[in-house]
């Protein structure tokens, strides 16, 4: 096995959606990358720019993207997800120049609630 040093290194901690778990990838000048495992239980960071906030309730707190990335552009088009009991519900549409969500068309999909991965 090989070590590296880490001092001033920069990569993205992203989610595996397969394994469930965060991993952390490093590019490589030539947009290349290699992805490494979190072994290690409690790890030092420091977030680089604005992109991001600290939200705060009752429920959780969370680190996410700041309303600055999120705000949303007149013409801008999403996929608003939601579930209710056993139904997926995707509804696509864009925004208008009030920013009011105009839904364009909605699909609903069976949920299988017997099986631990509902995604």
Sequence with gaps: ?????????????????????????VY???????????AAEDIHIRILGNDLSLYQDEKRNKLSWSTKVLQPQPGQRI??????????????????????FIPECTSTKPINLSSSDNS
């Excluded at 490589?28 to 979190?38: G, I, V």
């Excluded at 996929?79 to 925004?95: A, D, K, M, N, P």
């Design 79 to 100: 996929v608003r997800v939601s579930q209710q009991g056993g139904v997926r519900i995707e509804v696509v549409g864009h925004y208008d120049e009030n920013l009011k």
């Design 28 to 38: 490589n000048p030539d947009k290349s990358f290699t992805d490494y495992d979190l």
């Design 1 to 25: 096995m090989i070590e590296l040093p880490t001092e001033n290194l920069e990569g993205f901690i992203l989610w595996n959606v397969a394994t469930k778990q965060y991993f952390f990838r």
